[in-house]
């Protein structure tokens, strides 16, 4: 449920220990309080977004701000109990009434079998405009086992097509925050994470349409992926990743494409959601894979990092 307009959202600090930690950014009580007052003062969550991004500095390489990594913030805080979000509200002031995917089912196709080497042309095609996004989002929902939940921060998402045939989607956002067979496999240290964190790039959603039956298409699918996505992400976001993560749940799948496309497995998660800090809540366990897309991907993200400047003011 969500409070009235206006109303001052009641923390649950005992839940969390503080600092909380959201989309790779650490928050303290005093910035939790100063969310809390934007949340009283400020219109809409569009607007509390951009002022935190704003007055914490919150930004990306570019310099500008990491909204949408601060709007899936500005959530995970509401449903951990820290902040109380107003209503969502569209231009003319009246809420959001955002269509079940089943009001917008995607029927199946005829089955489609055969290997790779059937289609001429294998290309990924990148979300442009509404309705593509819509159309994307209502594929993972009805027919990725995940469901669909917006990515986090900067992000690619893809339309998979063989010789103009829809095959499935892709997707790749911000990275997880803290891995620690990744980052053992990276060799950095902390400070080096929080200051490269966003040259890893994480493959958060991978379908292939469950009535594709093509042999080797998965990994030539990832392979493609990984030469021509650290150009078209420097476009967007001008800067290049250098390596890849994804997280592959061990019970359901054995992780067949991702070795086959060259992809490195270094460990598995611990069984437990980020923020289940006292191992209450079980998750699946899941195997961690990598791929570089540098060889020199260690030398970029653990390079020692500038002293800083006298003025400066750190967290």
């Not at 569209?90 to 959001?96: A, E, F, L, T």
């Amino acid at each position: 449920m969500h409070a009235a307009a206006g109303t001052a959202c009641v923390p649950a600090k005992e839940v969390f220990p503080l600092p909380a930690v959201y989309c790779g950014r650490s928050f303290t009580d005093q910035e939790l309080d100063r969310i809390r007052e934007l949340i009283r003062i400020l219109p809409t969550r569009s607007a509390v977004s951009r002022a935190v991004c704003t007055e914490f500095g919150w930004l990306k390489p570019d310099g500008s701000l990491k909204d949408m990594s601060c709007r899936v913030a500005l959530l995970r805080m509401q449903d951990d109990g820290l902040i109380t979000l107003r209503p969502p509200r569209n231009v003319s002031g009246r809420p959001v009434r955002t269509p079940s995917p089943a009001a917008r089912a995607i029927p199946p196709s005829p089955p489609l079998h055969g290997a790779r080497g059937d289609f001429a042309q294998l290309t990924l095609d990148p979300v442009r405009g509404l309705a593509d996004s819509r159309r994307w989002n209502d594929l993972v929902a009805q027919y990725h086992y995940l469901g669909y939940y917006p990515l986090p921060g900067a992000q690619m998402r893809y339309f998979i097509h063989g010789d103009g045939t829809l095959l499935g989607v892709l997707g790749f956002g911000a990275a997880a925050w803290k891995i620690a067979p990744r980052d053992a496999f990276i060799g950095w240290t902390p400070e080096q994470r929080q200051a490269r964190l966003h040259l890893v790039v994480n493959n958060a959603r991978f379908l292939l349409l469950p009535w594709v039956s093509v042999r080797y298409l998965a990994s030539s699918v990832l392979s493609l992926a990984a030469r021509q996505l650290p150009a078209a992400w420097d476009e967007r976001f001008s800067y290049r990743p250098v390596l890849l993560e994804t997280f592959v749940e061990r019970d359901r799948f054995a992780g067949t494409s991702y070795r086959a496309a060259n992809w490195c497995c270094v460990g598995q998660t611990q069984g437990r959601g980020k923020l289940d800090r006292h191992k209450l809540y079980g998750k699946p366990v899941k195997d961690i894979y990598v791929y570089p897309l540098d060889r020199r991907f260690r030398d970029v993200l653990t390079a020692p990092l500038p002293a800083p400047s006298p003025t400066q003011h750190t967290e």
